[in-house]
């Protein structure tokens, strides 16, 4: 009941709003069981109670939870905003301010420090953007109104009191995304529990105030799931006109000799050599960008489950080492536009009378609307997306 009340208020509203007093007690009937099973886990009542009091449910989080830019944005304009000039340089300075502490994770785990650095960057865009909203609120709304995963978000819930009752980080800085994933590299409390380390020798697991604690606990991470040393994590590739799409796919894996005999090769038409098994990943089709991945690119995948996501840390990490980005266009006539392009787009809006905010490069519903408004005046789709079509036409 209570479930199908938030989201009529959702429905109603788009935005977090005040409950009805008997929805109020149907939130604090749910928490009285959530501590149950607290004490259960071994939390106390005291510890729960420090943790919960006051709070009331964010229905902001429902409207979010269907709208994971992963699953809902077209590959290119995903990649643009994650993987652009300005990402690359924020990154280069990251690397070299701490640079001892990727190296000490690399040399520790096994793992690439430029892949650990793409984590970092498309995580937190390194430290600038860990989340607002505090993990208990998040996940305590979650638990009981969440239409699915409602027991996994308990879990994350229980995790996230066990690590303020153990003192590894200051409660006022548990604050991250809306599904509770926290700090420099926005691990999930029971990813915490079970994969943090101590990187800097303070002899506390802190991912939020320690960059050298996230990093190490990053590459344990991909260690865990699978990185081998010396392994490329994959990079693009040129098919042959004959190509069948049924052959790629992730977990299609081949040995290299097999794609190569096929008339595959590298982007730049050399020959592919390596004696190891890979995938090719067509994320547009095959008259878009393609990609040999290896079981280094599963480590990566595990990390958030999205194939866009896993290449976006690893193109971000070649750029961070010096290599060039994609060299095959997109499907579109309608390129994708970059974070800075993206704010020029605001600017050219808020200059023509739209309210779309500060001009941070984040595309909201607001700038959304304006959008879809400029699209009808040039006789575009209606999608509010923020393509370079419509930055020309702002721009003219």
């Given at each position: 009941?209570?479930?199908h009340l938030?989201?009529?208020?959702l ?7 005040a ?13 009285s069981g ?10 106390s009542?005291?510890?729960?109670d420090t943790a ?5 449910p964010?229905?902001k ?5 269907n709208?994971?830019p992963?699953?809902k ?10 993987v652009d000039?300005q ?6 300075g990251?690397m ?9 994770a690399e040399a ?5 420090r ?8 498309v ?5 600038k ?22 027991a996994y978000?308990t ?11 153990d003192?590894?980080?200051?409660p ?13 590299t ?12 101590d ?13 050298p ?7 344990n ?17 040129r098919?042959p ?11 299609k894996?081949?040995?290299?000799s ?10 730049d ?15 547009a089709g095959?008259n878009?960008?393609?990609f040999?991945?290896?079981?280094n ?16 840390i ?12 994609i060299?095959?266009?997109?499907p ?26 500060e ?15 400029i699209?009808?005046r ?19």
């Open positions: 009941m209570i479930r938030a989201l009529a208020v429905a109603m509203t788009g935005v977090a709003a409950l009805p007093a008997s929805a109020q007690a149907d939130f604090r009937s749910c928490l959530l501590r149950s099973q607290a004490a259960a886990k071994g939390i009542g005291q510890a729960f919960t009091r006051g709070i009331q964010d229905l989080i429902l409207e979010l939870m709208s994971q992963e699953f944005t077209e590959i290119w304009d995903y990649l643009s905003a994650l000039d990402r690359v340089q924020d990154g280069a990251a070299r301010q701490w640079g001892k502490a990727l190296a000490n520790r785990f096994g793992v690439d430029y892949v650990i650095a793409g984590v970092w960057g995580e937190s865009d390194f430290g953007n860990f989340g607002d909203r505090p993990l208990v609120q998040s996940l305590a709304t979650l638990s009981c109104y969440a239409p699915r995963r409602q978000f879990g994350e819930l229980m995790a996230t009191l066990k690590i303020v009752q003192g590894d980080i200051d006022g800085l548990l604050q991250g995304s809306w599904a509770g994933a926290f700090g420099h926005q691990f999930m409390p029971s990813t915490f529990q079970r994969l943090a380390v990187g800097d020798g303070d002899g506390r697991r802190d991912v939020v105030s320690s960059v604690d996230a990093v190490a606990s990053t590459a991470f991909l260690k865990k799931a699978g990185w081998t040393n010396g392994l490329p994590w994959g990079y693009e590739v098919l006109s004959d190509f069948s799409a049924s052959l790629a796919g992730r977990k894996k081949r040995a290299l097999s794609w190569a005999a096929m008339g595959v090769t590298r982007v038409g050399r020959p592919l050599s390596g004696d190891y098994a890979a995938a090719v990943l067509i994320p095959l878009g960008p393609a040999i991945v290896t079981k690119f599963d480590a990566v995948y595990s990390y958030n489950a999205a194939e866009s996501y896993g290449l976006a690893a193109l971000l990490g070649d750029r961070l080492k010096g290599l060039p980005g060299r095959t266009a997109w579109t006539d309608d390129p994708p536009l970059s974070r800075a392009e993206r704010r020029e787009l605001q600017r050219l809006l808020t200059a023509r009378g739209y309210d779309v905010g001009p941070d490069g984040k595309v909201g519903s607001k700038t959304r609307e304006a959008i879809k408004d699209e009808r040039i006789g575009l789709e209606q999608r509010g997306r923020p393509g370079g079509k419509v930055l020309e036409a702002l721009r003219s």
